[in-house]
């Protein structure tokens, strides 16, 4: 008896640590890849394109057998604690790693992303194709950081080494001359707003001595009140986040750097990037501060309703259509964050959902804008009308794509907006949960619009003697993002299991009184 009780703990001992090496196994394997790509010569393009989708395949198949793998509701939030390779100043920087449920989804949606983006850049970036590679690789090696960092100084190292591979891809490969410019507002308005988190950080360890996330996450620093210099981190936090989402007013970055990124770097910042603020709101301001979170709740409920109604009427006057695409992106983040901070568990697994289907959904449309840029060299709409007659195929995935956007029956993205409505009348917000609606109504507005001047009435673009339909490359990634959209939007339980298994664990940590029971059982 006593040798089966050694084979097991022997067992579940080495299952630990060979899951542990998975896990970083999947991190290092984009920077293994750029490894290889700086190896291969410049000369050798086709190999360098061939080697890259194979490689950013390779990710998302291993990513997907971590899924079916590894068991990750049975130790919860952060499930796997596996690597501390080095420590300082009492573990105020340490290289920890963890994976749960959250992590796994959000890296998914990053792998196939980043597929869809080597495809995209098969044929339209015309210069520094080499190091344009390397910089998607390297890339992905800090967004799988980000999603399983547990220590918060370290999340914030790779939090900002996002900016370093954007920077450069809206700077070099952007369309205009004004890609210059819209490159350095990008980066001075996301450095400027986590210059306040890193004081955060430092003031958080000042008064707990850990930067470490499992501990963080039950420690409640008041019982009672709630303290001046408390309210203060949570802003400093919250306002690192909101930058990247972005909220009203902070959102002035995000139109400009769509508008002169390449269609790969758009397809990345409403997909992923934009999903960093929410992540990190969900990863550390409301598990860390739950009271501050309630108590603060109506100011966000605020400005996320003037950001939906704003940028919903701000969207209806664009002329520009990937200003079009990225004004309702910050409307539907926006409305994810309605969800997050009205503390309900039906709202946060819609929440959760619709950001998910925000990521496909909006990279599909900025891949669509970017093929007819790149065919008829002008986003202006004025200029685009009756292309139904000479584009029936991408009429089509547009259309599915366009009424997905507003959350059609059917679509991953209608399953996420009634979840999130239904949570926040649970909540009984229920005049937040009528005007977030308006998102809905005013959606169907500005995206009926579009399509109407885009696709119907007289052939505009008289000049161009010959007109191209989307070839088989765009056929083939049209149906990955199409086949997803309504795959979860007609079967979302599948996704749905896991964000309730998840959100089961994760809303314990949003009840103070459980963490104060946590604290004084270890008492």
């Known amino acids: 008896m006593d040798l089966i009780d050694f084979s097991y703990e022997l067992y579940y001992h080495y299952r630990f640590y060979l899951e542990g090496l998975s896990i970083l196994f999947l991190i290092c394997l984009p920077l293994i890849l750029l490894i290889i790509c700086i190896i291969i010569p410049n000369y050798r393009i086709d190999l360098l394109r061939y080697f890259s989708l194979i490689g950013s395949f390779i990710i998302l198949l291993y990513s997907l057998l971590l899924l079916y793998f590894l068991d990750l509701n049975q130790l919860g939030l952060y499930n796997k604690y596996i690597l501390n390779t080095f420590s300082i100043h009492n573990n105020i920087l340490e290289y920890s790693l963890g994976l749960d449920i959250l992590s796994l989804i959000f890296i998914i949606l990053t792998t196939i992303l980043m597929l869809i983006c080597f495809l995209i ?10 190091e344009f590679i390397i910089g998607l690789f390297f890339l992905e090696f800090i967004i799988f950081n980000i999603f399983c960092c547990l220590n918060l100084l370290l999340f914030y190292i790779f939090f900002e080494s996002v900016l370093i591979p954007m920077f450069l891809v809206i700077g070099i490969w952007g369309s205009r001359r004004r890609k210059i410019h819209a490159s350095y507002q990008f980066f001075m308005y996301t450095f400027f707003g986590s210059i306040f988190m890193l004081i955060g950080i430092f003031w958080l360890f000042y008064f707990t001595n850990s930067l470490n996330f499992m501990t963080l996450t039950y420690i409640i620093y008041s019982k009672v009140n709630i303290l001046p210099y408390e309210i203060l981190i949570w802003f400093s936090f919250f306002l690192g986040f909101a930058v990247k989402i972005p909220m009203l007013p902070l959102h002035i970055w995000l139109p400009e750097a769509h508008v002169e990124a390449p269609t790969t770097g758009s397809v990345l910042l409403a997909g992923i990037l934009l999903k960093l603020g929410t992540y990190g709101m969900l990863r550390i301001l409301l598990p860390f501060f739950p009271i501050i979170t309630d108590y603060l709740s109506s100011i966000i409920f605020v400005f996320s309703l003037l950001g939906i109604i704003y940028s919903s009427l701000v969207t209806i006057r664009q002329i520009d259509l990937k200003k079009i695409i990225a004004y309702s992106s910050v409307v539907h983040m926006n409305f994810s964050i309605l969800g997050l901070f009205s503390l309900n568990f039906f709202a946060i697994i819609g929440s959760i959902f619709l950001m998910l289907s ?19 060299k002008t986003r202006i709409l004025k200029y685009y009308g009756g292309l139904v007659q000479v584009m029936p195929i991408f009429a089509i995935c547009f259309f599915i794509l366009s009424f997905a956007n507003i959350g059609l029956p059917g679509t991953s993205s209608f399953v996420g907006e009634i979840l999130t409505i239904v949570g926040i009348i649970d909540s009984n917000f229920f005049l937040i949960s009528i005007l977030g609606s308006s998102s809905i109504l005013l959606g169907a507005v500005y995206a009926i619009w579009l ?10 673009l008289v000049y161009f003697k010959k007109f191209t339909d989307l070839t088989q490359r765009e056929v083939f990634i049209s149906f990955v993002i199409i086949f997803l959209v309504i795959f979860f939007g007609v079967f979302p339980k599948y996704l749905l299991q896991l964000l309730t298994d998840f959100t089961t664990v994760y809303m314990q940590l949003l009840n103070p009184y459980f963490i104060l029971n946590i604290n004084n059982n270890n008492r």
């Open 121 to 130: 850049n098969w044929n339209n970036i015309k210069y520094f194709n080499k």
């Open 451 to 460: 399509y109407n001047r885009i696709l119907y009435f007289k052939l505009n």
């Open 358 to 376: 925000h990521g496909i959904v909006s990279g599909g449309l900025f891949f669509y804008i970017g093929a007819l840029y790149d065919r008829y």
